[in-house]
């Protein structure tokens, strides 16, 4: 078991919940801090009965916005939704991924890294310095423990795809190259 405590976006935690993977977050983590719109998130996802476990586990733990920080977090969702990687222009559709943002710039000195997995919200949180990791970062390190193949994590990774999570064919293969090398050492 691992001591690592994360922030994290809505997108990783569908993932996993997607291919059935939950153990990993367990595996790797002691503590993700959420703020509450991903635990809304979660829930319209169709997560909403194993995240409300996870937070009675204490393996989720729910960070609720003060006033400023959810001005800080709407800031933050305009530059989001003006990236140019961004695919939805809609700032309100950003507001879950900005406010992990503003939630880990708070929590940080306590969170070892971000889990985002949509290219325009990395990107800010980039140019902010934060240290980040997805989905695909978790399931590296399996591979690495070898608690994975390279097979299994391409097959989880196209699990996820089928189910709606925008993983390109180009990420799904560099990431089953990735596990190969990592396995070769």
Do not use: W
Request: aromatic share 4%.
């Amino acid at each position: 078991m691992s001591e690592i405590v994360v922030a994290s976006n809505t997108g990783p935690l569908v993932s996993a919940f997607q291919c059935g993977r939950i153990d990993l977050l367990r595996r790797y983590f002691v503590a993700i801090h959420i703020p509450e719109t991903v635990l809304l998130e979660l829930r319209r996802h169709g997560a909403g009965n194993a995240a409300n476990q996870l937070v009675r586990e204490g393996l989720f733990v729910v960070e609720r916005l003060g006033p400023d920080e959810i001005v800080q977090a709407e800031h933050l969702a305009k530059q989001i939704a003006a990236s140019k990687f961004a695919k939805v222009k809609d700032y309100a559709t950003h507001i879950a991924e900005a406010e992990a943002i503003v939630m880990m710039q708070r929590v940080g000195s306590q969170v070892a890294r971000l889990l985002l997995e949509e290219k325009a919200a990395r990107e800010v949180a980039t140019s902010l310095r934060l240290p980040l990791s997805g989905f695909v970062g978790i399931l590296l390190s399996a591979c690495q423990d070898g608690i994975l193949t390279a097979e299994e994590t391409r097959s989880l990774l196209q699990d996820c795809r089928r189910q709606g999570t925008h993983y390109s064919e180009a990420l799904i293969a560099d990431t089953y190259r990735r596990c190969i090398e990592m396995r070769r050492r």
